[in-house]
């Protein structure tokens, strides 16, 4: 009996303890107590973090990743054949210096020769009228102004440059041909004359006759790009010698680029 009441006294302080099952919020000071119920009614239930990340299980077709598809094995093998094609054709070490190796040339007069030439046919797509001998230094700066000086200036002409005309490249001579003159640049490989523009049209564009006309601007900026990749940069400003055509060499002077 003893046992039988402190239990029946046990389970009634645990019942009296117990917290209500709910309780209804109390309102702020300064507010109406029916708006807080109001609002909590319609409060939108807020997703947790992992409730919010639709499983993969659910998502549409549409949203899921797609393994791309491979290229047709005829245009990945046509571009391998490019890409290889282009890597026998280098000189210099760059793909788009295309031309041959020729290494050591000869001068019949002391002074003149090359140690090392290539013969450029192309400089990063753009032909040349004829392959012209030089050395590397002189190829490399042909490029840097072709893509930073020459295709930029003839970008919206003609639907932009695809060849250069060239005039002179390597000779074993004296300056201008000049008897008792240094020898030119042409006779050591580092230099290049450049006398006009075929343009992917077809137009051709030169120094004699473009130089004071409607295209006067594109070819003025192409003469003052190379003054940089060059050492020397000579047009029909500079003298009688070069009125129709461009001279680029790469030889360095102390007071830095010549360009007239």
């Known amino acids: 009996m003893r046992a039988l009441a402190l239990g029946l006294v046990l389970a009634a302080g645990f019942a009296v303890a117990a917290p209500e099952a709910s309780k209804r919020p109390v309102a702020r000071a300064g507010t109406d107590a029916r708006n807080v119920v109001r609002d909590a009614a319609v409060a939108p239930v807020v997703p947790t973090v992992a409730s919010a990340v639709p499983s993969a299980a659910i998502l549409p077709e ?88 020459a295709k930029p200036a003839l970008r919206g002409t003609g639907g932009g440059l695809a060849s250069y005309r060239v005039a002179a490249h390597y000779a074993c001579r004296t300056r201008n041909n000049q008897p008792g003159a240094r020898i030119s640049e042409h006779g050591k490989g580092r230099a290049i004359d450049i006398s006009g523009f075929q343009l992917k049209d077809g137009t051709t564009l030169t120094v004699l006759n473009d130089w004071n006309s409607r295209h006067r601007r594109a070819l003025r900026s192409m003469h003052k790009a190379a003054c940089g990749p060059f050492g020397t940069v000579l047009g029909p400003n500079s003298d009688r010698f070069h009125r129709d055509h461009f001279h680029f060499d790469t030889a360095r002077y102390r007071g830095g680029t010549y360009c007239r």
């Open 62 to 149: 549409s949203a899921t990743s797609l393994r791309p598809t491979l290229r047709p094995k005829a245009i990945v093998e046509k571009a391998m054949a490019r890409r290889a094609e282009r890597r026998r054709g280098q000189v210099c070490g760059d793909p788009d210096l295309q031309g041959d190796v020729v290494g050591f040339v000869p001068g019949r007069i002391n002074g003149c020769g090359i140690s090392e030439a290539v013969r450029i046919r192309s400089v990063s797509g753009v032909t040349l009228s004829q392959s012209a001998l030089m050395d590397c230094t002189t190829a490399k700066a042909l490029k840097s102004w072709t893509e930073r000086g």
